[in-house]
């Protein structure tokens, strides 16, 4: 994979991250599609919708259907018939929120700081909707954000299903209960397997309620780990068993605190692969360093991360999170693209692209569309303070004979609010699918305004727009 910046405005950029499977124009959000498909859609859908890229789930892949089986297809995508770009994550968020899910009673949902999942429940709650699966540590289809859950914590503590050693983290698989092993090395083989684009190095992503010492040595075993990835990753380029071109993120750690951020980004940017493949070896296999002619004996500077990720507990509130982006992003040179992993309201992307990151994925505009919230444009009516959505089960739409933005053009604005009203409270699997069409029509519509704004130097403008 190669990346490009073509404009710049402040901190955010404009670029293209090249693939096999196609070009990714960013900033870009990226739908996650966790056993291969997203949910509710299909990929004509998503082609329509011009998503770019998917994100798919390791963890679900590797234990639910096998690689093999994947690999059998041609990879991801010859499985899924999607034929542009994929990112794989490592499997270990999900393997790992068994463990300190259960420990403590961490779960996992839409969005990562308490205040909001307080609200978010409540709703939930009333809706009876599909959202059961956020308090369990099932290996649920979030890819890694983490929250505190809102009210007392459990009164007894479950027994751990996951355990972390040097080695990796064996885990009681949630699907069929046998204990599985997911070290770096096989984190790696799974994703070659699978055939991403774009995959992850394999991570120990800490709880939130973690102290700063466990995280400071959850951060120094990743990056012992990032290092078995980028050496494992480049022997099977090398060897022909990783597909051409595959880019490999490292994933920065940390938590919430500066000393182990910074130390984290350092370390993850400054990695080089030790493998000790011959030089000849590498030539044309990943080698990007210039000044390389790759000849016979000569020896060229080893190849470090394709991308840089920031992945684990963003703190306990938005003021954290941004605070992790500004400690971070700056030591990451600009020719590397940032991902931040598992984040997609529309203000983390304001505040995040203004910062300078490159691409996204969040289940949040599918998930939310299944429990009855929709997605509101400035035009239809969203601020942050409705951030930006409305619940299709208000009274107010009941009788409503509008659409609820006729400017959108998606499928799902076609049809009146109590038409979709009617069809949510019947539990129409129609329902479903209209309604995430439109979530992600507005997201990935925003993704499209933002990478305009930013070409055209306006980006401010826009945000005032959103934003007020
Ligand atoms: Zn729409």
């Known amino acids: ?58 963890f679900h892949l590797h234990l639910k259907i096998g690689e093999q089986l994947v690999g059998a297809h041609g990879g991801l995508h010859g499985f899924s018939s999607w034929h542009r770009p994929f990112m794989t994550d490592s499997g270990g968020f999900q393997a790992f929120s068994l463990g300190f899910g259960m420990e403590h009673g961490v779960g996992k949902i839409a969005s990562i700081f308490p205040d909001e999942v307080t609200g978010e429940r409540r709703e939930q709650g009333k809706a009876g909707g599909d959202e059961g699966e956020a308090h369990r540590a099932d290996g649920g289809d979030q890819t890694h954000t983490i929250v505190l859950p809102p009210g007392p914590q459990r009164k007894r503590p479950e027994p751990k299903l996951a355990r972390v050693t040097e080695e990796g983290v064996r885990f009681r698989s949630p699907f069929d209960g046998r204990w599985v092993l997911l070290t770096p090395e096989e984190s790696m083989r799974i994703q070659h397997t699978l055939g991403a684009d774009l995959i992850l190095a394999f991570d120990e992503c800490t709880s939130p309620l973690s102290d700063k010492d466990y995280t400071a040595t959850a951060m120094r075993r990743t990056h012992r780990w990032a290092q078995q990835c980028l050496d494992a990753h480049h ?34 940017v400054g990695m080089r692969t030790q493998n000790g493949i011959a030089t000849d070896a590498l030539k044309g296999k990943g080698m990007k360093e210039e000044g390389c002619s790759g000849g016979a004996g000569t020896m060229c500077v080893p190849p470090g991360f394709d991308g840089i990720a920031i992945g684990g507990s963003l703190g306990k509130s938005k003021q954290d999170m941004l605070a992790v982006l500004d400690w971070t992003i700056p030591l990451v040179p600009d020719e590397l693209p940032r991902h931040l992993l598992g984040i997609g309201t529309v203000e983390d992307i304001f505040w995040s692209v203004s910062r300078g990151i490159d691409t996204f994925d969040c289940v949040m505009p599918t998930r939310i569309a299944r429990s009855g919230h929709l997605l509101l444009h400035p035009r239809a009516g969203g601020t942050p303070r409705n951030k930006f959505r409305t619940s299709v089960k208000l009274a107010r739409w009941k009788a409503s004979t509008q659409p609820l933005d006729s400017h959108c053009g998606c499928q799902c604005c076609r049809h009146s609010m109590g038409f979709l009203r009617h069809l949510f409270m019947s539990k129409e699997l129609l329902y479903y699918r209209l309604a995430s069409i439109h979530n992600l029509t507005v997201i990935l519509g925003l993704m499209s305004e933002i990478r305009d704004a930013i070409s055209r130097g306006r980006l401010l403008e826009l945000k005032t727009e959103w934003m007020g």
């Open 1 to 58: 994979m190669d990346f490009s910046i073509t404009a710049k405005d402040g901190s955010a950029r404009v670029g293209s991250i090249s693939t096999a499977h196609g070009d990714i124009q960013t900033p870009a959000f990226m739908p996650v599609a966790t056993a291969g498909a997203v949910k509710a859609l299909g990929m004509d859908d998503m082609e329509a919708l011009h998503a770019q890229i998917l994100m798919a789930n390791t």
């Open 235 to 268: 022997q099977a380029l090398a060897s022909g068993l990783a597909p051409d071109g595959q880019g490999l993120y490292g994933i920065v750690q940390g938590g919430a605190y500066e000393d182990l951020r910074r130390e984290s980004a350092k370390a993850i």
